[in-house]
């Protein structure tokens, strides 16, 4: 086999192996721009109608501690994003 042959099947290959992430990158990065628009991707916002919180977020700390052990890691957060049907136990 000569090396212009071997060449063309080496890069035809590479080529593939490197397409397919590509791929994946540009579709994912797609979702994530059109995430607001495509109720599939992210469930649309719901808003509360109270103003205030009903829970403090120290006590969210307090509830959450026993998990940190799962989670690894644990730091203070400034806020707190909930979504329904989520709850903190």
């Known amino acids: 086999m000569s090396f212009n042959v071997a060449n063309r099947k080496v890069h035809h290959w590479a080529s593939f192996i490197v397409a397919v992430p590509l791929l994946v990158m540009i579709v994912s990065g797609l979702f994530f721009q059109m995430k607001k628009q495509w ?13 205030t919180p009903v829970i403090r977020l120290d006590a969210v700390h ?18 707190i994003t909930a979504f329904k049907g989520f709850s903190v136990r």
Do not use: H, I, M, N
């Open 62 to 79: 307090t509830l959450a501690a026993p998990v940190t052990g799962r989670v690894g890691f644990w730091t203070k957060r400034d806020s």
């Open 39 to 51: 109720a599939y991707v992210q469930p649309p916002e719901q808003r509360g109608t109270g103003k």
